[in-house]
């Protein structure tokens, strides 16, 4: 199984709007952390927001926010008043607290382009 | 604030040449890992150390070695290249193994094979 789903290959939002990205995870472990990334068209992977498995409120970061349902193992990336520089890949990544090395997983990434 | 440093940024190889791509973090980070990252898809692991001296495998290892012999510095070793290893390559580095520790991510190479 998948440990990583985002299952939106493309996204594309109109200038100043809100989107919302979707992930889902997979894990049996009580202690894991979420996290977004951003990869613009240059190449480099930028840390965007964490959420914790025990926080109880969402975690948000200046235009980001993360939609955490843990009943529902979804960690949806939420983008306000979106921009013309948000256009970028979007990767969903998770760390388990069991695992030797604690790697990241990563999922296939969502690709969103902004409109004028 | 260098971070996590890639050279060389790209990069051609001939079939079974082999080559080294180099890593560097000033951070103190304990964790160092290679991802390759294929077109379209997301990253899959190569090799990953927890600390100097200290190495293991991760999702694709095969037709790569790696070595950690300072906290600095984890080289990724590509013996005998292939085509089907052309692909970014990023290395990434935490402070430690905690679940609320991001990674960081260095600029990347880009390694063609023909």
């Known amino acids: 199984a998948q440990k990583i789903t985002q299952t939106q290959p493309g996204m594309f939002v109109q200038e100043k709007e809100a989107v919302t990205l979707d992930c889902t995870y997979d894990t049996s472990d009580q202690s894991y952390g979420l996290f977004w990334y951003k990869q613009p068209s240059s190449g480099e992977m930028i840390f965007l927001i964490y959420?914790?498995?025990?926080?109880?409120q969402n975690a948000t970061e200046g235009r980001y926010s993360l939609n955490f349902q843990k009943a529902r193992k979804s960690a949806n990336l939420v983008i306000s008043a979106s921009q013309l520089g948000d256009s970028a890949m979007y990767f969903c990544?998770?760390?388990?607290?069991?695992?030797?090395?604690?790697?990241?997983?990563f999922g296939t990434g969502t690709s969103l382009t902004v409109i004028p | 604030n260098a971070g996590v440093t890639q050279t060389p940024k790209f990069r051609i190889l001939k079939i079974g040449q082999s080559m080294t791509l180099q890593c560097t973090q000033d951070?103190?980070?304990?964790?160092m890992y290679w991802y390759r990252q294929d077109p379209g898809m997301g990253l899959k692991l190569i090799y990953y150390s927890v600390g100097a001296g200290i190495t293991d495998k991760g999702e694709v290892p095969n037709g790569y070695n790696v070595s950690r012999s300072t906290t600095e510095d984890f080289p990724l070793r590509l013996e005998l290249a292939a085509p089907s290893q052309t692909s970014v390559y990023f290395c990434a580095s935490s402070y430690g193994g905690g679940v609320n520790q991001p990674q960081h991510f260095g600029d990347g190479t880009r390694l063609s094979i023909l």
């Open positions: 959420q914790g498995s025990y926080d109880e």
């Open positions: 951070m103190n980070h304990n964790y």
């Open positions: 990544a998770m760390r388990e607290g069991q695992r030797a090395g604690n790697q990241f997983y």
